[in-house]
């Protein structure tokens, strides 16, 4: 699970700087996992993300995801102040 958030974390910030865009401009986050136990003992890793405040958002246990596997999806938006 860790390393599955680790990714899905890596791989945002990659989508977020293509962009301009930094987790600072996150207002929402969605978490969907297929073991919510699990994510639960390891989203502390999250304190590492956002330093400035948690975005709003809601944490969903799914039966499954999109890949066989998959334990973790994190739809994300972000907007900057004009």
Not at 20 to 26: E, I, S, W
Not at 28 to 49: C, L, P, Q, W
Not at 50 to 57: A, D, E, L, M, V
Request: with cysteine; glycine share 6%; net charge negative.
């Amino acid at each position: 699970m860790v390393q599955q958030m680790k990714n899905c974390y890596s791989h945002l910030e990659k989508i977020l700087t293509h962009y301009g865009y930094t987790y600072d401009d996150v207002v929402a986050e969605d978490i969907y996992t297929t073991h919510m136990e699990d994510f639960i003992k390891v989203s502390g890793f999250r304190n590492s993300i956002y330093k400035k405040q948690f975005p709003t958002g809601t944490w969903l246990e799914v039966k499954g995801l999109a890949v066989k596997g998959q334990l973790i999806e994190i739809d994300m938006e972000a907007h900057k102040a004009k």
